[in-house]
């Protein structure tokens, strides 16, 4: 139950791994696909309203003074919306689908550092949000029309006249049906389907500009007709590549990559894929296995340790965010369109070292009341209660040497607990 | 087409294969290694291998003025013969290098033509795979200097990186290269030394990832302790908080500038540390749109840091012994796509400079009209680059490094 709770959601404390015991198995997965109730922890950090664009009030005659004004301006509303979303990952108390969301920020990874636009990134966030638990098809439909996604990959410079390829390779290779199951071809004619989608950076918008568009016939995938965006999306939703490839990259960040992907995950919509990992028994298998993704790790540590991210002073909140740039993952800023390493990549002298300051800042600003917890047991019996609060299934006997020495010492204790083999790695 | 290895190469990526995972997990332990730096043999040469990402346009840096073929194919994107850095009556490097110009006046500058591999592959990681593993066919798990590092004995600190996630060229079969942070963060106060010694040890019976996860441990100890032996009291980087420095780039790349990476390596060369390969990258040349600026700037960041390492190294007896190779995964196709880019084409020149390296022209240049389907025919493998640099700089036989791979660039050195 608890190695459930902890790949489906970003980290369970050990009251919600005691809640889920006593419904069952068979509920708790259903709680966790579908909840019944609505998500108060989300109702209280809606996202924040940003102002409009900086850059809109640019034009060709602008300072210098009043270009860096509006880059400052800018960074502001980023940092905003970054700071938001790891406060709403904390709080939220459907952690499903908050986590399906990061996954969904991952596999369609568009920086902000290039689209340079809060608001833009906001939208994307809201149209994976909207469609990210549902079938394939209306999510391919609105990411090919997703103005941040656009600007990332050059829709907007892909016309009739010149054609851009970028944006048709991405969406074959690395969005929906992976390498090797289209040809070159394939890429040249999605990307004059996809031709005439234009951003506008005043409202932020995708539209549509019919003298761009490229209106001929198409052959893409051996299918010919006059192949507009939304019917390429919707041509590339239907191929069982599609469904097959994006099951195996869900299967790749909940279960991992030691143990293969069952054949026959893949479910009319996202929930139903989830449904089919979660319950096959090779997920079980997995334990143990899964290197857990900076964001995971610090949202987990933060959950387990009640600490909410927008209540820190503002010194350690911008620890907080530095650490995560330490560690090499902050979110809005995926490295690349392939999206972020997985596995042992995290697992570096570099990243340990970041691991280990952000332990430490997160064991100091750990809540008494939970410190509480650990220093309520005696003493020979704290490294259990550490395990209880951190949803440790139980410390080897290497990790438990490490850590009896630090008994008397909870903060140190909380620190090594986080940075040890058995949390770093769920 | 493997999916899933490439996949899960480029994304579980850094590391490693099982078996790299599992030396980690004890089959040899760090913090048992004296710190080798006094060990080094002094005639040992030192490679330090510069990864653009996303795809140079190598015609637009090593430009074919000379060839109407250039002109009449890319109109708008081709430089006019005025600005072009002349190397001959062919050929001309962008007005952007002017520093690598000089160097090849001075006879320090070797290019490589053409260099790529057979069936090539357009899509940046699939390429890049390639290129980290040396196996066109079918890149596996491992990459061609992580190969060379279970050859040379596993010791991570012979082969490191300056980026926080391992480059996949630098995984091996049985070990992996160690990735070294360049801001100096200061040194953990909080956990006692015991305990970090005590998360190190091996625990039969875990996952190889957990293994993984302890071996840290340990190699944090060696690496740290080479590290400081040799960093300035200054940061070399003091990291832009929103990484805004970088050029936004689609397709990877350090976030570190280039010349904060070579400083660290220069640095480490000057100190006598044992490591003999480094990795640095410069991301950002994923251009499709309006790419003569954008690469005018990234190739001028490149310039002036390799020509500052360049002179810097040229001032010692250890740094006259460092080797620098250049490449990216692929070039771009000969005709411009009229929003003043290029698409993603195949084979592309490779820069060398440094220590014995003979300057000037290596193979043949490409024909700009006998195309493979808008692209460059590629004239040398780039297994023959490896080769002779395995050979020549690293001193090791390149046979089980790259699959007995014949081939090599006579007369490179």
Request: glycine share 10%; net charge neutral; charged share 25%.
């Amino acid at each position: 139950m608890a190695h459930l709770l902890r790949r489906a959601t970003f980290g369970p404390t050990a009251d919600e791994v005691d809640a889920a015991e006593r419904a069952g198995p068979a509920a708790t997965l259903d709680n966790l696909l579908t909840p019944a109730r609505t998500d108060r922890g989300a109702a209280a950090t809606p996202p924040p309203v940003l102002a409009a664009d900086p850059y809109a009030e640019l034009t060709g005659e602008s300072t210098r003074e009043q270009r860096q004004q509006a880059n400052a301006e800018r960074r502001k509303q980023v940092q905003q919306v970054t700071a938001w979303w790891l406060d709403r990952m904390v709080a939220a108390e459907d952690g499903l689908t908050e986590k399906l969301l990061f996954f969904w920020h991952g596999h369609w990874a568009t920086s902000v550092q290039k689209v340079k636009s809060a608001r833009m990134m906001q939208g994307q966030l809201e149209t994976l949000r909207r469609h990210g638990r549902g079938p394939l098809r209306p999510l391919v439909a609105a990411m090919v029309r997703d103005p941040a996604l656009i600007v990332w990959l050059d829709g907007q410079k892909n016309t009739r006249k010149a054609p851009n390829e970028n944006l048709a390779r991405e969406l074959m290779e690395l969005f929906t049906l992976g390498i090797g199951t289209y040809t070159e071809a394939d890429v040249k004619a999605g990307a004059r389907a996809l031709t005439g989608w234009v951003v506008d950076r005043r409202t932020g918008a995708a539209r549509f500009e019919a003298r761009r568009h490229d209106p001929g016939e198409k052959t893409i995938l051996g299918q010919s007709g006059r192949f507009d965006a939304e019917a390429y999306a919707g041509l590339l939703a239907a191929q069982p590549a599609a469904t097959t490839f994006v099951a195996g990259r869900l299967w790749f960040r909940y279960a991992g990559n030691d143990v293969p992907a069952p054949q026959g995950l893949a479910g009319p919509d996202t929930i139903a894929t989830l449904r089919a990992i979660f319950s096959s028994p090779a997920f079980a298998q997995t334990r143990g296995t899964l290197v857990k993704q900076p964001v995971e790790w610090l949202v987990g540590a933060l959950r387990q340790l009640g600490i909410r991210p927008s209540a820190l002073p503002e010194q350690q909140h911008k620890q907080l965010l530095a650490g995560l740039n330490a560690l090499d993952q902050v979110p809005l800023r995926p490295p690349s369109v392939g999206g972020w390493p997985a596995g042992a990549a995290w697992l570096t002298t570099s990243s340990l070292q970041a691991r280990l300051r952000t332990a430490e800042m997160l064991a100091a600003a750990t809540a008494p009341a939970v410190l509480a917890r650990l220093t309520a047991a005696p003493t020979a019996g704290r490294p259990d209660a550490l395990a209880r609060l951190l949803v440790v299934d139980g410390w080897s006997a290497r990790t438990r040497a490490a850590l009896t020495p630090l008994a008397g010492e909870p903060r140190k204790l909380l620190a090594a607990g986080l940075v040890s083999p058995e949390y770093t790695v769920s | 087409m493997d999916t899933q290895t490439r996949r899960r190469f480029l994304l579980t990526s850094g590391v490693v294969g099982a078996g790299a995972l599992a030396a980690g997990a004890g089959a040899y332990r760090l913090r048992d290694l004296l710190d080798t730096a006094g060990d080094r043999d002094p005639q040992a040469r030192t490679l330090v291998l510069v990864t653009l990402y996303g795809g140079n346009d190598g015609l637009n840096t090593v430009i074919p003025y000379g060839d109407p073929a250039y002109r009449a194919a890319r109109p708008e994107l081709a430089y006019p013969d005025g600005e072009v850095r002349r190397l001959d009556d062919g050929f001309g490097l962008n007005p952007a290098l002017a520093g690598l110009h000089q160097r090849w006046s001075a006879g320090g500058l070797a290019i490589v033509r053409g260099v790529g591999y057979p069936k090539p592959d357009r899509s940046h990681f699939r390429s890049m795979d390639i290129w980290h593993t040396a196996q066109p066919d079918r890149p596996g798990n491992t990459g061609w200097l992580g190969r060379w590092l279970d050859q040379a004995g596993g010791d991570p600190r012979l082969a490191v990186s300056f980026e926080p996630a391992l480059p996949p060229l630098l995984a091996g079969e049985r070990s992996a290269g160690a990735a070294v942070p360049v801001s100096d963060r200061k040194a953990t106060k909080g956990l006692p030394a015991e305990t970090l010694t005590a998360l190190a040890a091996a625990e039969a019976g875990e996952s190889a990832a957990r293994g993984r996860a302890a071996a840290c441990f340990a190699d944090l100890r060696s690496v740290d302790e080479m590290i400081r032996e040799v960093r300035d009291s200054a940061d070399p980087a003091t990291a832009d908080p929103d990484g805004e420095q970088a050029p936004a780039t689609a397709t990877g790349g350090a976030r570190t500038p280039l010349d904060a990476q070579l400083d660290l390596v220069a640095q480490c060369v000057e100190a006598g540390v044992s490591t003999r390969a480094f990795s640095v990258s410069l991301g950002g040349f994923d251009t499709h749109a309006d790419e003569k600026q954008l690469q005018a700037v990234l190739l001028g960041q490149l310039d002036r840091a390799l020509t500052g390492f360049a002179d810097r190294m040229s001032r010692t007896e250890a740094g006259r012994k460092v080797v620098v190779a250049v490449y990216s995964e692929f070039g771009r196709r000969v005709r411009a796509n009229a929003s003043d880019g290029t698409d993603h084409g195949t084979a592309s020149d490779l820069l060398l400079l440094g220590a014995g390296v003979r300057g000037g022209w290596h193979g043949d240049a490409p024909s700009l009209t006998d195309l493979d389907d808008g692209d460059l025919k590629y004239t040398t493998d780039f297994r023959d680059v490896y080769a002779t640099l395995l050979e020549q700089v690293l001193g090791t036989d390149p046979g089980p490094v790259l699959a007995d791979w014949k081939g090599r660039v006579d007369g490179l050195f």
